[in-house]
């Protein structure tokens, strides 16, 4: 009988109970931690960087945009512009003198809508830095000595109530004085309701000082801007010696959809653009706002004698 080797390992032989699971020992495993339900905050991007264009839908920084005076470099399209960036546009480097910078609007009638008049007056105030929808003033445009005035369409929509009124009606009393030239710039929705008939009564004022700056041989031009409606196309928007528009300007009495359900009858293509005014009329020429500066001058050169700056301004 051979003996065992005390060496080598007695092979194993499982029983039944070895092959059965034992029960697991009492292990405690951290769970792993649940992803956050919040997703990852994004970068937040300043509002106001970016522009998109209403016509072609390209997207501009807005910085490129203002210094390409808020003009789409793809299809042209005209943005609208404010009052000041306007003024700086036309003039020669520091050669403005604002002229009624202080005048505002008082709610003689007490109108309320939405809101009290004042209030709104103060929340546009704020959000335009103006007094009031116009800047007036006496500058130089190129050699030329020049009474300006330019509406601004982001203060309750350019309309004309009693300061915008007089703050126009005192342009042109001055220009008449100094015999300057005239220009203005209009973008307007028309009279200011929350004045009622003060409002209209700006219409007759404005007309009758135009009256005498042209009686005294003095040029005035007009150039309309989009929107350019109501009360003050039908005032001094339309008297100028001579009248511009920019490309795409809408311009006219009322809006289309009211002047539809006025008249009973479908508008033909483009009706109230600056392109259909200039072919029947209404409109004597169109300039993009990249060439009204200098087309300006040109202008003033034919219809003045003297082109030379004045000592009117500081």
């Known amino acids: 009988m051979a003996e065992e ?5 007695s092979e194993f032989k499982p029983t039944t109970s070895d092959l059965t699971p034992s029960k697991p020992a ?24 970016w522009s998109r264009c209403p016509k072609c839908g390209q997207m501009f920084f807005k910085q490129e945009l203002e210094q390409n005076l808020m003009v789409c470099a793809h299809c042209q399209y005209h943005f609208p512009m404010r009052a000041r960036a306007r003024v700086l546009s036309l003039i ?24 009290p008049y004042p209030v709104r007056l103060q929340r546009h105030q704020k959000s335009t830095g103006l007094k009031d929808a116009a800047i007036t003033g006496i500058c130089r445009m190129g050699e030329h000595c020049v009474a300006l005035g330019v509406l601004d369409f982001h203060f309750i929509a350019g309309s004309m109530g009693s300061v915008v009124g007089e703050k126009v009606a005192r342009l042109i009393e001055t220009a008449t004085d100094l015999k300057l030239p005239l220009v203005l710039l209009c973008a307007s929705g028309g009279a200011r309701m929350q ?4 409002s209209l009564m700006q219409m007759a004022k404005t007309t009758a000082v135009l009256t005498r700056h042209s009686q005294a041989g003095l ?28 490309p795409g300007a809408m311009i006219g009495f009322t809006g289309p959809r009211v002047f539809k359900d006025a008249a009973q009858t479908s508008l033909p293509p483009g ?7 200039a072919e029947r009329g209404l409109i004597d020429m169109i300039v993009p706002r990249r060439e009204l500066k200098g087309r300006l001058c040109e202008f003033l050169s034919y219809l003045t004698t003297e082109s030379k700056s004045s000592t009117h301004v500081m």
């Not at 004045?195 to 003060?198: A, I």
């Open 26 to 49: 009492d292990t405690h495993f951290p769970k792993k931690s649940k992803l956050s339900s919040s997703k990852a905050k994004k970068h937040d991007i300043p509002k106001g960087l």
């Open 195 to 198: 004045e009622g008939t003060f």
């Open 219 to 246: 040029a005035y031009i007009s150039v309309l801007t989009d929107p350019t409606t109501a009360g003050v196309l039908a005032s001094f928007a339309t008297l100028g010696t001579l009248v511009v528009s920019e």
């Open 92 to 115: 020669e480097e520091g050669a403005f003198q604002e002229l009624d910078a202080d005048m505002v609007s008082v709610d003689v009638l007490r109108f309320t809508d939405t809101m």
């Open 271 to 277: 009706f109230q653009t600056s392109e259909f005014l």
């Open 5 to 9: 080797n005390p060496n080598k390992s």
